[in-house]
């Protein structure tokens, strides 16, 4: 009788460890594929174990990409917040600084492709898809970060906290959309390449998402 690859994890740490194979595995296939594709065989496979065993340390699918959601909001906060913190001379009243910062914040989230692919999916799918448990434990951090970097953009911009939480919403809201309508890296996105009366549907997410930003700002700073 071959013995299994996988023994349970019996320590803290050892669950702690499987946990961030797991999730480690998950992060790299969607990097690959795209988070629609990535099943839980998929995910198995990567890290050698049997699915059923897998979901001990993870309730379904949609938590394991729930749980990489939450740490890219914090990954991406402190991001957004130190190139917030390094625009040199930024001034509220400055006309030219809301553009500044809608880009800063379009480049920030689209060096993040793995966030804005978790981005259209989280609501659509991966809070439905576990329980109120999990999906309060998420949006306790992102509501968190959202609050943070809104704070950071106070500092920059003459925003109420409700303006400034209005222009993270918009960010990482776009941001996902657009990115699934930009479809990088697909068949479908080479299909639009190679089709010229489709050339419309060819999606550049960063210039596209700083310029709507840039205009809510903008129209912010004249309310």
């Known amino acids: 009788m071959t013995a299994p690859q996988f023994e349970r ?15 480690e595995a998950a992060a790299r296939l969607a990097g690959e594929h795209g988070v629609r594709a990535v099943t839980l065989t998929d995910i198995a496979a990567v890290v050698g174990m049997h ?3 897998m979901l001990r340390y993870f309730e379904t699918r949609e938590e394991i990409f729930l749980r990489l959601a939450a740490g890219e909001w914090v990954q991406w906060s402190q991001d957004v917040r130190n190139r917030l913190g390094e625009l040199d001379g930024a001034r509220p009243a400055d ?30 799918n991966l809070e439905r898809g576990v329980s109120f448990t999990a999906v309060r434990s998420f949006k306790l951090i992102a509501i968190g970060e959202v609050g943070a970097v809104g704070t950071a953009l106070r500092g920059v911009l003459n925003l109420t906290e409700e303006q400034a939480g209005n222009v993270v919403a918009t960010a990482v809201s776009m941001a996902g959309a657009l990115w699934q309508m930009a479809a990088p890296g697909t068949e479908l996105r080479r299909f639009y390449q190679d089709s010229p009366e489709l050339a419309h ?14 205009a809510l700002m903008r129209g912010y700073g004249m309310a």
């Open 9 to 23: 994890a019996r320590s803290a740490e050892a669950k702690q460890a499987r946990e961030t194979s797991i999730l």
């Open 95 to 124: 006309p030219g600084t809301p553009i500044a910062v809608a880009a800063v914040l379009a480049d920030s989230l689209v060096a993040r492709p793995l966030f804005c692919d978790l981005l259209a999916h989280t609501p659509l």
């Open 51 to 53: 699915k059923s065993a």
């Open 201 to 214: 549907a060819l999606v550049d997410v960063a210039p596209k998402l700083a310029d709507i930003l840039g």
